[in-house]
C-alpha cells in the first residue's frame, strides 16, 4: 500500500521557522516528482513547491527566498524548510507525488498527482 505521510507542522510565529517532512512507503519514488501543496481555510489548493526526479526545484512566487524543498531518495523522504513565516502561509500543508514523471518534469496542477498524504497543519500567528 503507497502512503505518504507528512509531519513537522506545528504552530509558530511570524518569523519563525518549521521543517516538514513527507516520508513515502510501498513503492520506491526516487524516479517521482516530489510536491507540496497547501489550502488555507475557505480558499483552494495552492501549489507551492516541487522537486523532480533530476532534483531541478520549483516554487510558487510568493514563497520564494524563504522556502526550500529538498529530498532524500535514501529515505524516501521530502523536506520542505519553511523560512521567516507570514500568518498567510497558515494552511494544511499536503505532500504528493507523481511517478516516473522523468528528470524534466513540472506541474503546479494538483490533478497531474496521483498520491497524497493527509496533511499537515501549520498556523502562523501574527
Known amino acids: 500500500q503507497v502512503q505518504l505521510v507528512e509531519s513537522g507542522g506545528g504552530l509558530v510565529q511570524a518569523g519563525g521557522s518549521l521543517r516538514l517532512s513527507c516520508a513515502a512507503s510501498g513503492r520506491t519514488f526516487s524516479s517521482d516528482a516530489m510536491a507540496w501543496f497547501r489550502q488555507a481555510p475557505g480558499k483552494e489548493r495552492e501549489f507551492v513547491a516541487l522537486?523532480?526526479?533530476?532534483?531541478?526545484?520549483y516554487y510558487v512566487e510568493s514563497v520564494k527566498g524563504r522556502f526550500t524543498i529538498s529530498r532524500d531518495n535514501a529515505k524516501n523522504t521530502v523536506y520542505l524548510q519553511m523560512n521567516s513565516l507570514k500568518p498567510e502561509d497558515t494552511a494544511v500543508y499536503y505532500c504528493?507525488?507523481?511517478?516516473?514523471?522523468?528528470?524534466?518534469?513540472?506541474?503546479?496542477?494538483?490533478?497531474?498527482?496521483?498520491?497524497w498524504g493527509q496533511g499537515t497543519q501549520v498556523t502562523v500567528s501574527s
Open positions: 522537486i523532480n526526479q533530476s532534483g531541478k526545484t
Open positions: 504528493a507525488a507523481r511517478p516516473y514523471s522523468g528528470p524534466y518534469y513540472y506541474s503546479s496542477r494538483d490533478s497531474e498527482y496521483h498520491y
